[in-house]
């Protein structure tokens, strides 16, 4: 059974085999944990993702205007590159639904969660430290990204021994650790 413990900090600094980056579409970095990940981590990860991208196959995404904007990974999916300079193995890249108050899209972060711990079972990674996805600039509600977040994890079968979730400020602990009764 998966250990699920939870840490009020900055996930660049986590000693794990693989830390889990709530990633756009692109892989080329962006704000919040993405940009946090790809500064610290260094180059080699923007490079990892350039390779990483040139392989995947051609999708029409389209910006919220309907402009092309090329080819990327689908919400939910989950991708490995190296973790850089980070005290980690591995990134795994997962894209993040954006909230819709219209339509019920749990069913894409949730996959974001069970992506990342069947892509983290490939590499053998032991310990995994996650972000709270989709619930910074994505603007996922707090509790219900928590909810989605630790009731997947839980019911998911994985071989991996902690999945860590590292948590940026006190209201998302709050939300996280009141997952646990």
């Known amino acids: 059974m998966t250990a699920i413990t939870f840490v009020q900090g900055d996930i660049t600094r986590q000693s794990v085999d693989a830390v889990v980056n709530a990633a756009n579409s692109s892989l080329l970095g962006g704000g919040g944990v993405d940009g946090a990940i790809h500064r610290r ?27 092309p904007i090329g080819k990327g990974l689908p919400t939910g999916r989950a991708v490995a590159t190296t973790a850089g300079a980070l ?3 591995w990134v795994i890249h997962t894209v993040g639904p954006v909230y819709s108050p219209t339509e019920d899209r749990s069913e894409l972060l949730a996959s974001c969660y069970r992506e990342s711990l069947r892509v983290a079972d490939e590499l053998g990674a032991r310990t995994v430290a996650f972000p709270a996805v989709s619930a910074g600039i994505y603007g996922w509600p707090m509790d219900d990204a ?26 998302a602990y709050d939300a996280f650790t009141a997952r646990l009764d």
């Open 41 to 67: 981590g260094g180059p080699a990860i923007l490079e990892a993702c350039r390779d990483l991208r040139a392989s995947l196959p051609h999708s029409r995404l389209r910006s919220s205007g309907g402009t």
């Open 87 to 89: 005290d980690a193995r």
């Open 146 to 171: 928590a909810r989605i977040a630790v009731d997947t994890v839980r019911a998911t079968e994985t071989a991996v021994e902690e999945a860590r979730f590292v948590l940026f400020d006190e209201r």
